[in-house]
């Protein structure tokens, strides 16, 4: 089997474990169970293991403040929640060289650590490599009354959790909430959305983002798991090659005007998601709408324009992350995003999709028969951007433009890139219906 880096490093981890008290969780403390005031994204990734059906554990009961069966009986009802999901299996072995996960006790502080913050201050976890370590506190008043005692149960849930590359979720139901709460006892709906996205299972859902790959008739066919409920109709999907990696990012932000984070995946060669993409942040806003958009040079931006038509476009760094502001007045994107007297407001009509003669618009332009040729990825137009609609790519086949038409297939969006950086044309699709 494939070997990859569980996680990408400790500090995309702490990164992972320390941004999850943004303005989204304060306005949604309240929020119904459902719809869009519901904290966005439902999870956060942070790796991948690499061998998910047979991870190896032991565990180190020096110093444990409570007995070893105690210990072992807390470790053992956690690891069997996970593997009920059918996603991931553990075993157990002697010898700490030879396991994957080593569950052992240490005081408030140790060098080892120090980078780490406790999460809850009962328990913290880390990786290297595949090699993954959890620290239960030895100061702590384990299986205690509350509000003092804390549930070794609760907080070896949790930390397994992250064992398995699942970061903080800012959904306050989530076992995978950052911090230590005792009513976190169980896997919750985001919990298994986030390990069905990175380990397959699951049944199809409505937010569903299905991974694609196209055959020669332009038939999409199910490319990896889906990434299990991270697109809701009030997100946009667009693909972009953002970082240095080869292989190009999908990124997803809300588009309704509420506050909200730019949130996307990367991909493993072989479409496996290998980890989620921030959530950076604070950066939708109710006053601007958000757009992506290429330059002539195939470089992305995320373009804001508020209500007054005013534009602010931002660039990607080497890590692809939010960072450059655009420096040049005048600004000529794909999508109409253009402003070509540097006014500093886009002009009229803003930004539109190409509209063929026979009425349907232009979704995407790629060479998916690898002729090379691009070809088009036309779609009937519907009243809203992202309602379901029929779909087909048309190909050149030896003709100057693009007429031959393919495979009709039906999804309410479709964003398509090179994501794993295989040199072939991959998607992704909301509302496909797997046809
Ligand atoms: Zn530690
Ligand atoms: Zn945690």
């Known amino acids: 089997m494939r070997h990859v880096p569980l996680f990408v490093s400790l500090l995309a981890f702490l990164a992972a474990c320390g941004d999850d008290s943004g303005p989204d969780q304060a306005a949604a403390m309240e929020a119904p169970a459902a719809g869009p005031n519901v904290p966005w994204p439902p999870y956060v ?36 929640s996970w593997q009920q999901t059918g996603c991931v299996r ?27 913050s406790w999460d809850g201050g009962v328990a913290h976890s880390a990786a290297r490599g595949d090699r993954a370590f959890v620290h239960f506190r030895t100061n702590v008043d384990w299986d205690g009354a509350p ?15 992250h064992v398995l590359g699942l970061g903080h979720s800012p959904r306050r139901d989530a076992l995978m909430y950052g911090g230590y709460d005792r009513s976190h006892d169980r896997l919750q709906e985001p919990d298994l959305q986030a390990l069905h996205t990175l380990y397959g299972g699951g049944g199809d859902g409505p937010n ?15 490319a990896s798991a889906p990434l299990r409920g991270v697109a809701p109709s009030f997100v946009q999907v667009a693909t972009a090659e953002t970082d240095s990696q080869p292989g190009a990012e999908v990124l997803l932000w809300r588009r309704d005007r509420h506050i909200g984070p730019l949130f996307g995946f990367r991909f493993l060669p072989g479409l496996q998601v290998e980890k989620s993409i921030g959530p950076v942040p604070g950066i939708t806003r109710p006053d601007r709408a958000t757009l992506l958009g290429h330059d002539h040079n195939a470089r992305p931006w995320m373009v804001h324009v508020n ?33 070509q007297d540097g006014d500093g ?44 609609r029929d779909f087909q790519w048309l190909f050149t086949r030896g003709h100057p433009e693009p007429s031959i038409g393919g495979a009709i297939f039906r999804a309410c969006a479709v964003a398509v890139a090179d994501l794993d950086g295989d040199g072939r044309i991959e998607g992704v699709a909301t509302g496909w219906d797997g046809k």
């Open 147 to 161: 509000p003092d005692g804390c549930s070794l149960d609760v907080a070896a849930l949790h930390e397994i959790g």
């Open 307 to 339: 209500n007054a038509s005013r534009w602010v476009a931002v660039g990607f760094d080497e890590k692809g992350l939010p960072t450059d502001r655009f420096a040049g007045s005048r600004l000529e994107l794909d999508h109409g995003l253009v402003d």
């Open 90 to 116: 553990f075993r157990q072995v002697e010898d700490a060289q030879e396991a994957d996960v080593v569950f052992s006790w240490h005081g408030e502080n140790h060098r080892e650590c120090a980078f780490l």
């Open 45 to 80: 990734i942070l790796g991948r293991r690499a061998d998910p059906e047979d991870i190896t554990w032991t565990l180190d009961p020096k110093g444990s403040a409570v007995t070893p069966e105690r210990f072992e009986e807390a470790v053992r009802t956690a690891l069997a």
């Open 345 to 388: 407001l886009i002009d009229s009509p803003g930004p539109h999709r190409t509209v063929l003669p026979d009425g349907r618009e232009v979704w995407a332009r790629a060479d998916v028969d690898g002729d090379g040729k691009a070809d088009v990825l036309a779609a009937s137009a519907a009243p809203d951007p992202q309602d379901p």
């Open 208 to 222: 569903d983002l299905h991974v694609v790959t196209f055959d020669t008739e332009g038939r999409p066919t199910a």
